[in-house]
């Protein structure tokens, strides 16, 4: 029975590309599992139509879903931003599902306090609704029924929850927030200080980043952190003419190439995917802001031959250039209107964005690649490493024939930039960039952590359907700084509890 459960969950209308759209959790379209790779014509692999009943590789993965992802070049064409939009009926059935389940996040798991964890606390912040202080809702139940009738009522394509005030993608030290702590004016004079010496203390720097980046010095430590800025203050200005100098020559160079034969298919796809970026934040609605995405992901495709482009690296720009823009915003970044900003200001928020974005896809660049074999071997390592700490949970997936392919492919493509709202990313982002190998290494115990958060859900779910729906749909919409920051801090420990790990977790 769950055998046949699994088979029917994967068959979709062949028009909509994606799986089950998430409707509680953060405001992406959904991930192909197929990830449509771009390669010139001549060299683009060819899949046969065997299917495998266990998924062990992304071969066999993408075989096994092969009757969800049939779809034509011309419907492609189709899947436009008004595609994802449906009628004001259907909003409201939906903005009332999520919001039944919102009001159900389960108890936090309690764990031992760590130093990361007290360190955190600094980070503890409170949203803000109709002029009231309100903390995000934790306490309840996850509604169960509500998942499953929402699995059958999603065969068509369902309509995102209109985004509430409180998952707005600014920082939640933004206009609006109230005024800094006393602790919080002197977390942002050490990283001015830090920030103004002749030589940065890297190393100083990121131990103060680890629990979070005040919004007014983040975007110039993320350039540091990245290793696009040099720690000398005398020579960053040179650096960054010259790196911003170079992007635009790459642009002058080979942008024109995006309609020949051997770079259409790349760029085409891209020009989808970017549409689906975000679709109801309005900053990325922009055509100025599009055509940005487009340069930023086509020059950084034809640079890297190895990997080319893959959807969901759209995503990974997205952080970059909101904390870059932020530079020059005080009011909320997600509707300002970047045409208004001098053109200066617009192609250095861009080529700071590229830079950054490449330094961080250097470390992950297997994740990529043909194959996606660095994917493979971190969605191995998650389920090793959850058998090890909750052998429960790692049971009832298999007795339910839950594949960690089946969900956790996202999680490692997309860095959980799915998963959770763009504000819990940046502030997710403070910390990979502080940790060692953060992006690739300590991802993996972020995923382990963000997993057993849902302890009680996963196990209250009986039945293939079920399970995979609650897990491409985690109600976290209302995350906020302090949600991430205990994730951290369990993601820290977990690190440390289990550093005798295999050697293959840091591949």
């Known amino acids: 029975m769950a055998t046949e459960n699994r088979i029917n969950f994967w ?8 799986s089950v759209q998430p409707v509680y959790g ?49 419907d492609d064409e189709d899947f436009l931003p008004s595609g994802l939009h449906s009628t004001s009926t259907q909003i409201q059935q939906q903005q009332n599902q999520a919001g039944d389940t919102e009001t159900g996040i389960s108890n936090r798991l309690a764990p031992p306090r760590t130093e990361a964890q007290n360190l955190q606390e600094e980070d ?16 309840a139940h996850l509604n169960t029924s509500s998942v499953r009738a929402t699995l059958q009522k999603q065969h068509t394509l369902p309509v995102r ?18 005024p800094m702590t006393v602790r919080e004016k002197s977390r942002l004079d050490k990283f001015k200080q830090l920030l103004a010496s002749s030589n940065t203390d890297l190393e100083e720097l990121r131990k103060h980043s680890w629990s979070g980046i005040p919004r007014e010095v983040r975007p110039i430590t993320w350039r540091l952190l990245s290793g696009y800025l040099p720690a000398n203050e005398e020579r960053r200005e040179l650096v960054l003419k010259r790196k911003r100098e170079e992007y635009f020559g790459f642009i002058e160079q080979y942008y024109h190439s995006r309609t020949d034969d051997h770079y259409k298919d790349t760029y085409r796809q891209i020009h989808i995917d970017i549409p689906r970026t975000n679709p109801l934040i309005p900053l990325f609605q922009q055509p100025v802001v599009q055509e940005v995405f487009e ?33 020059f915003v005080t009011e909320d970044v997600e509707n300002f209107e970047v045409a208004a900003l001098p053109l200066d200001t617009q192609r250095n928020i861009e080529a700071d964005s590229f830079w950054c974005m ?25 389920e090793e490493l959850v058998s090890r700490i909750d052998e429960d949970i790692h049971n009832h997936f298999k007795k339910y024939e839950v594949e960690y392919l089946q969900f956790a ?15 819990c990313t940046i502030r997710l982002w403070d910390t990979y960039q502080a940790e060692a190998e953060g992006f690739s290494h300590f991802h993996l115990y972020v995923c382990a952590a963000f997993l057993i958060e849902w302890r009680k859900e996963i196990l209250s779910m009986v039945d293939f359907q079920g399970l ?3 897990l491409q749909n985690l109600p976290t919409i209302h995350w906020g700084n302090e949600e991430v920051g205990l994730l951290l801090a369990e993601a820290y420990r977990l690190k440390y509890m289990f550093a005798d790990a295999p050697s293959h977790y840091k591949r």
């Open 295 to 327: 340069r930023i992901l086509f020059i950084w495709a034809i640079r890297h031959p190895a990997s080319g482009y893959v959807q969901g690296i759209n995503d990974l720009v997205t952080p970059f250039f909101v904390v870059f823009l932020s530079e």
């Open 161 to 178: 929850p209109i985004i509430p005030l409180v998952a707005r993608i600014s920082d939640q030290n933004a206009s609006g927030a109230p």
């Open 468 to 470: 995979l729906m609650l």
């Open 26 to 74: 953060a405001q992406h379209p959904p991930l192909d599992p197929r990830l449509r790779r771009t390669f010139p014509k001549d060299t683009k692999p060819k899949f046969n139509n065997h299917k495998s009943k266990k998924a062990s590789s992304f071969h066999e993965f993408a075989r096994s879903t092969n009757d969800a992802w049939d779809i034509d070049d011309e």
């Open 409 to 423: 492919f996202r999680w490692m493509n997309n860095l959980l930039m799915r998963e959770l709202p763009l504000r």
């Open 11 to 18: 068959r979709r209308n062949a028009k909509v590309p994606g």
């Open 124 to 139: 503890t912040e409170y949203e803000h609704v109709n002029g009231k202080v309100i903390r995000s809702s934790s306490d």
């Open 358 to 382: 490449s330094k961080l896809l250097d470390g992950i660049q297997d994740n990529y690649t043909f194959a996606q074999p660095g994917i493979q071997n971190k969605v191995k390592a998650l």
